[in-house]
């Protein structure tokens, strides 16, 4: 498939759109799968592994749950592209690791991967705009249903869905969602949120999930445990909780704008302007002033520019794509210099990629 | 003032810690706090809270293998990943402490596969009914837990015929 196409277009869920849109960038559900009769794929052989592969990707040709799907094997893939699905969110850095077997289906929005031989023969996920963990859920449980009529899970009546890690077993879901959370870590308040959601047994990572930085203020929330709760109890736990945060955040916005207007207008503004005439500038200041302006938008600080706009520069500011966009390996020194003439250019153009 | 843990500094943020259940108070000061709620949140992932929970199992379980895949207890221990399904039956005793840390529950209640004989989709339900009522009980919704109670003895008969 060509990945080259990738670097012109968004994924579905960055389009900004779905409920508290403002706040939660996206709601994803990921459900972890095994074939019965096979060893998982960290004990499985080249040839096992290649086997299943051929095997579920003869289930994904099918267009399972109607899905059309477009694949791609990771094993032999230059490692500017395997990067390129990390930053896209298509893939996880684990599983960016050269190794034959390994695959990746997902459809053209981009709100449904399939990962090969992962940590687990299947990884499946949903990744949709704005609060939306139901309709993940839904179509989640429709294409997991749609694989099994096909394939035989490993599945144990009372540890459930059997994964490589203990910690994934029962259900093997993981219902996440990513919150651009600004005002509370400027006023600090977000360790208070931390505490809270560790004590109900909830995890907080980086925008790239396990082990990575919180960038841009974005924070994934996600539930550790998978068994002994049904699905849908877990994706409640995740629903009852957002909304508490998504108020705190708002609080502390608007006692942002009340008490200290101009400072903030002025924070805003400055970002904005640096990122419109930069002539240099490394991915962690972009991000940090990415997160500035794309509050600026939400609080009407700033009127010229959409929140999609600015949800795909998170994404198309990375390593790779600016790379793609190049078409050349680039030294970090020369990516600053391509990434701040591609923000300057994109915000010239009212928030359109140009074409470079 | 309380100086800062890291460096001389006095320290400005308390931040209670509560990991694993066990609590800890660190004291920092303004920029040492800046470095530590900027580092990944989520210091512990799950394969080292595996391993970390493994730590101090018996030395003669090491030897346990699987059949089917080869795997040993003791590899399992070193990188916290199973080698196949048939390792949940081999090392099973050893698990089901492991999975209660983890989750604080050993018995499954989500979905199951379609393709799972009646029997058990039957005994799902049970599990899951039940699952519900002691959750209604212990919300004092009576209403709903009455309720329940009929619909489990009701598919308990069906299941004795």
């Not at chain 2, 730590?55 to 346990?64: G, Q, R, Y």
């Not at chain 2, 492991?98 to 799902?124: C, F, M």
């Not at chain 2, 599990?127 to 209403?143: M, T, W």
């Amino acid at each position: 498939m060509d990945l080259e196409r990738l670097t012109r277009t968004s994924g579905e869920w960055l389009k900004g759109s779905g409920a508290e849109s403002d706040i939660v960038m996206s709601s994803r559900v990921r459900l972890a799968r095994n074939l019965a009769k096979y060893p998982f794929p960290t004990r499985a052989d080249e040839e096992t592994r290649c086997e299943i592969e051929h095997l579920l990707r003869e289930q994904f040709d099918g267009r399972p749950a109607g899905l059309r799907l477009n694949y791609c094997e990771i094993h032999g893939l230059e490692s500017l592209d395997r990067q390129l699905l990390v930053e896209r969110q298509l893939i996880s850095r684990e599983h960016s690791q050269d190794q034959a077997g390994r695959a990746v289906a997902f459809n053209d929005e981009e709100c449904v991967s399939l990962m090969v031989n992962e940590e687990d023969h299947l990884r499946m996920q949903v990744i949709h705009s704005g609060l939306s963990l139901e309709e993940c859920w839904r179509q989640m449980d429709a294409l997991d249903d749609a694989l099994e009529s096909g394939v035989t899970y490993a599945f144990n009546e009372q540890f459930g869905y059997l994964t490589a890690c203990p910690t994934n077993a029962g259900t093997g879901i993981r219902v996440s969602v990513m919150l651009h959370l600004p005002a509370l870590v400027m006023t600090k308040e977000i360790s208070k949120v931390f505490q809270a959601l560790q004590k109900i047994g909830l995890a907080v990572r980086g925008l790239y999930g396990e082990g990575s930085q919180a960038m841009g203020d974005f924070y994934q929330i996600s539930n550790q445990v998978t068994l002994g709760k049904s699905e849908v109890e877990l994706i409640k736990t995740i629903q009852d909780v957002v909304p508490n945060i998504i108020s705190y955040e708002r609080r502390v916005r608007q006692a942002l704008i009340k008490e200290n207007r101009q400072s903030l207008h002025d924070q805003v503004a400055r970002a904005y302007g640096i990122l419109r005439t930069a002539q240099t500038i490394s991915s962690e200041e972009t991000m940090h002033l990415l997160s500035s302006v794309r509050l600026g938008i939400n609080l009407g600080l700033i009127d010229d520019l959409e929140i999609p706009a600015i949800n795909s520069l998170f994404i198309h500011t990375q390593p790779a794509h600016l790379q793609k966009l190049q078409r050349q390996r680039l030294e970090s020194t020369e990516r600053n210099v391509v990434r701040a003439a591609y923000i300057r250019s994109f915000l010239a153009n009212g928030g359109r990629p140009d074409t470079m | 003032m309380k100086k800062c843990e890291r460096c001389s500094k006095p320290s400005v943020l308390h931040i209670t810690e509560i990991r694993h259940g066990e609590v800890q108070a660190r004291h920092l000061c303004e920029s040492c706090a800046k470095e530590y709620l900027n580092q990944p949140v989520s210091a512990t992932s799950p394969s080292e809270a595996v391993a970390a929970s493994l730590a101090e199992t018996d030395d003669d379980v090491d030897d346990l293998t699987c059949p089917e895949c080869g795997m040993t207890f003791k590899e399992f221990r070193a990188n916290g990943r199973l080698g196949c399904a048939n390792d949940y039956q081999v090392f099973r005793g050893e698990l089901l402490s492991l999975l209660e840390n983890i989750h604080g529950e050993t018995q499954h209640v989500g979905k199951v596969p379609k393709r799972a004989p009646d029997a058990s989709q039957k005994q799902y339900r049970l599990i899951k009914l039940r699952s519900r009522l002691r959750a209604a009980v212990d919300d004092e919704q009576y209403e709903e837990a009455a309720r329940l109670r009929d619909e489990i003895s009701a598919l308990e008969a069906e299941s004795a015929d």
